[in-house]
């Protein structure tokens, strides 16, 4: 499944307020340094830039050099849908919540742009190096990403981007879509809401671990005096090649997504149509993030065949109960009314998963394991198609007894960018 580029648009289409690269990772070296100016002080810019090199530190893209070669077989981060959605999944993920500092809209669109352009350039594996004298350990991994390490970096927006506590911080109020009202409490809800929502997030996947935590720690720091990090969450998939990945209970997890491989099927249950909301958010997809805590040691004290009726699927096989294999039609009368898959098919939506695992050690009053599923889906609608499935499994999944729900969030992912814009550019055209 390659990323596709339907209507790209390109560099034709950049209007009076595009900017270079070069531009843009010059505002970078300054908000880095905790500085920040407005798109106009180009000048102040310049002379900054100096000072960055006064310092020892040299961009390569502040150099009068060629681009270095860039990785052909990347997935890229220009398109008109982001990547890391439809795209296939990796298997590190670093997810981050940030919150804005600055309540000036120019300072929004200005940590969009930085983070744009080191987006793109580390995902094509344009080198970002900061070298002063020495090699630095971190400078070599992040001007080194090779296209195997498969990096993506999706952005989303949080409900407070648009309104916090009843104020329009960004004048952005009324662009905020319906669809980003909260999940209504469940049954097996234990949410800390420390680790839950946020403005913006930045989800960036790579089969490579350094280089996903490289990367977001790149765009948390470029972020310095603009946004902080509210919240970070780590996982992993197993990586056994081209099958579907197993998650913590041993089962197969994301068989089902075979159902949304097609770009018509995507069209029809991920993307935002035109039509449908804010016209920012066309080609865009709602994701929804939880965290559910997995009780491990209940589990295995659960028989196979108990397991098995749990989810509707032969553990070994993947294979829906009653069948073969794993991609087998699934038969509605063949698994147990109160399966997770039954359940979940019978609400007659799709939704995409693109879920991780996560394990944070021993729970120091009970010693079991701090362990379960970052579960994130995207949709087109999180109120008709996840909502009410959720509400479904929450009340009678025979898997819930052994789930605790603890971060519930929903982020809107705006429509790719095209090169010389930025992502989000279109929420501020309304
Ligand atoms: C820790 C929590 C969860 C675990 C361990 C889990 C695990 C699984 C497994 C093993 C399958 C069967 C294989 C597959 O098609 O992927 C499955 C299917 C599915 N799950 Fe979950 N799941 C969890 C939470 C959720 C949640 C919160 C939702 C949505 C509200 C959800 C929605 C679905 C859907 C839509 C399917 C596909 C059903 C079908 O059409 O066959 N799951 N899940």
């Known amino acids: ?174 662009q905020r879509p319906d669809e ?71 089962f197969r997890d994301g068989t089902a997504n075979i159902e949304l491989a097609s770009e018509k099927s995507k069209k029809n249950h991920v993307w935002v149509d035109s039509s449908k909301g804010p016209a920012w958010m066309a080609n865009g997809t709602y994701l929804v993030a939880r965290k559910v805590r997995m009780d491990m040691e209940k589990w295995e004290q659960t028989s196979l065949i108990k397991q098995e009726a749990i989810f509707g699927r032969l553990k070994n096989s993947g294979a829906p109960l009653g069948k073969q294999d794993e991609f087998d039609v699934v038969t509605m009368r063949e698994i147990p009314r109160n399966s997770h898959v039954w359940l979940a098919r019978s609400v007659g939506t799709k939704i995409l998963r693109r879920s991780y695992s996560y394990f944070e050690g021993i729970a120091p009053m009970t010693g079991h394991l701090n362990a379960g599923l970052f579960f994130i889906s995207f949709q087109q609608s999180v109120h008709t198609q996840f909502v009410p499935m959720l509400s479904l499994l929450a009340k009678f999944d025979a898997l819930s007894p052994f789930l605790s729900t603890v971060s519930s969030s929903v982020f809107a992912c705006p429509p790719g960018a095209s090169e010389g814009g930025f992502i989000g550019e279109e929420l501020f055209k309304g």
Request: glycine letters at 10%; hydrophobic letters at 35%; charged letters at 20%.
């Open 1 to 174: 499944m390659k990323h596709t580029h339907e209507n790209e648009r390109t560099n034709e289409n950049r209007d009076e307020s595009s900017y270079s690269r070069r531009e843009v990772l010059k505002m970078a070296a300054l908000a880095g340094s905790g500085i920040v100016v407005g798109m106009s002080g180009m000048a102040s810019l310049f002379a900054i830039n100096s000072s960055f090199k006064a310092n020892g530190l040299v961009h390569p893209e502040s150099e009068d050099t060629q681009p270095e070669e860039v990785n052909k077989d990347a997935i890229p981060f220009y398109g008109a849908r982001q990547a890391g959605i439809g795209t296939p999944q990796q298997m590190y993920m670093y997810f981050a919540a940030f919150d804005m500092i600055s309540e000036e809209v120019e300072k929004l669109k200005q940590i969009l742009k930085i983070w744009t352009a080191y987006s793109a350039d580390m995902t094509a594996g344009r080198g970002l190096r900061e070298t002063n004298g020495q090699q630095q350990m971190n400078s070599v991994r992040e001007s080194s990403i090779s296209s195997s390490a498969k990096l993506t970096v999706t952005f989303g927006f949080g409900s407070t981007l648009f309104i916090r506590n009843g104020i329009d911080r960004f004048g952005l109020a009324s």
């Open 180 to 250: 980003l009202n909260d999940i209504p409490s469940m049954p097996g809800d234990s949410l800390n809401p420390q680790n839950s929502g946020g403005d913006i997030c930045i989800q960036v996947c790579s089969n490579d671990p350094t280089v996903a935590f490289h990367v977001i720690r790149k765009l948390a720091a470029v972020s310095s005096g603009i946004a902080v990090l509210r919240w970070i969450q780590i996982g992993f998939i197993d990586g056994s090649d081209g099958q579907t990945p197993r998650n913590l209970f041993g």
